[in-house]
């Protein structure tokens, strides 16, 4: 595997790549009108935008800005639907074949057969071979404040710089860094941000796994989770991990991290894990509380979306189906007033 990315970028810049990275950015998209209007004159539209990256005339566009609440307040910066197809034959093309294999086994987010699910039954099955070994152990449980807000593009292109000798590819990378964006931080909502995040952090990564040689280390994002025989061994790695962060990455561990005894299990992606079993968080269950009360309310009032409700709900139990919950979804079920499978 070469260590570097080289003379490859006009190779994959082929209408075909285009238009294959075209189908992935429509994929359940495909019914919204900035999608419907492109895909009228679909040809010649990746046709030009080919010519564009081609003839270095491609710019980025402007973003759009909203606000989400859930789980937490979020500003997201949304592209044209033109400059999503970009992202999606980059990442596709110049990042994922590169990057993925370098990436240590334990790292989960935006990564294909990984995610959510399996970080947490991998942690599992960590803490039952260190209790195995030691019985007793800590948890190192470590979360970066407003991550993606606080990534240095500098630092992230200079990451990237290491690995990337085509100069053509290179200069495309600093286009989709820099144009558009005149201060630190990625947006979220692109594709490519999700990608470079991880690429930053699987700095942390390497020097967890090689320089510290921590054997029971997991990374979901930004949150990540080390476990260590005792308290003493937990405050080391604890810091000289915030001092490798401050340095090298300009990064801060926020309020949240901290190391403790492993018996009170770890809060982890949404779910409780312990050594025996895995239980969902009590905020997942108070939320899913609160909108049954808000479905019943509504379903009296004439005025639910069933179909709305059913989605949420399946949501939810893919949710609980991961964890050891098995009495909870009848309790929940009991408590709403109307028929699940009922269409508006």
């Not at 071979?129 to 979360?143: A, G, L, P, S």
């Not at 990534?151 to 989709?176: A, G, M, Q, W, Y």
């Not at 009032?301 to 399946?314: F, I, P």
Request: proline content about 1%; hydrophobic content about 35%.
């Amino acid at each position: 595997m070469s260590k570097t990315i080289r003379n490859i970028f006009y190779n994959h810049l082929t209408f075909e790549k285009i238009l294959e990275a075209e189908k992935r950015a429509s994929k359940g998209k495909s019914y919204r009108r900035e999608v419907l209007l492109y895909e009228l004159d679909l040809e010649n539209n990746l046709i030009n935008l080919m010519n564009s990256i081609k003839n270095k005339t491609y710019k980025l566009g402007i973003y759009t800005a909203f606000i989400i609440h859930e789980p937490k307040e979020r500003v997201i910066r949304k592209l044209k639907y033109k400059d999503r197809i970009v992202h999606q034959w980059y990442i596709e093309e110049f990042i994922k074949p590169y990057w993925l294999p370098r990436f240590i086994f334990d790292s989960y987010a935006c990564i294909e057969n990984k995610g959510v699910h399996k970080s947490i039954y991998r942690l599992q099955k960590f803490m039952q071979m260190m209790k195995k070994e030691y019985q007793h152990y800590y948890v190192v449980k470590c979360d970066i404040r407003k991550f993606f807000y606080n990534i240095k593009v500098d630092i992230l292109f200079t990451i990237l710089k290491k690995h990337i000798d085509d100069k053509l590819l290179l200069e495309f990378t600093r286009k989709l860094i820099y144009e558009n964006n005149n201060e630190d931080g990625l947006p979220i909502g692109n594709y490519t941000s999700q990608y470079f995040a991880n690429i930053y952090l699987n700095e942390l990564d390497s020097y967890v796994k090689y320089n510290l040689k921590c054997k029971y280390y997991l990374r979901y994002m930004d949150d990540f989770i080390i476990l260590t025989k005792d308290r003493e061994g937990a405050k080391e790695i604890l810091n000289k991990i915030s001092e490798f962060l401050n340095i090298k990455l300009e990064l801060e561990l926020n309020k949240k991290t901290r190391y403790y005894p492993s018996k009170l299990g770890i809060d982890f992606c949404g779910y409780k894990v312990y050594e025996t079993h895995i239980m969902i968080r009590k905020r997942c269950k108070k939320k899913i509380l609160k909108n049954i009360k808000k479905w019943n309310k509504l379903h009296l009032m004439g005025k639910l979306d069933y179909k709305h409700v059913q989605l949420s709900y399946n949501s939810f139990l893919g949710h609980i189906k991961h964890s050891n919950s098995y009495n909870l979804k009848n309790k929940y079920e009991k408590q709403i007033l109307f028929d699940l499978n009922k269409k508006n």
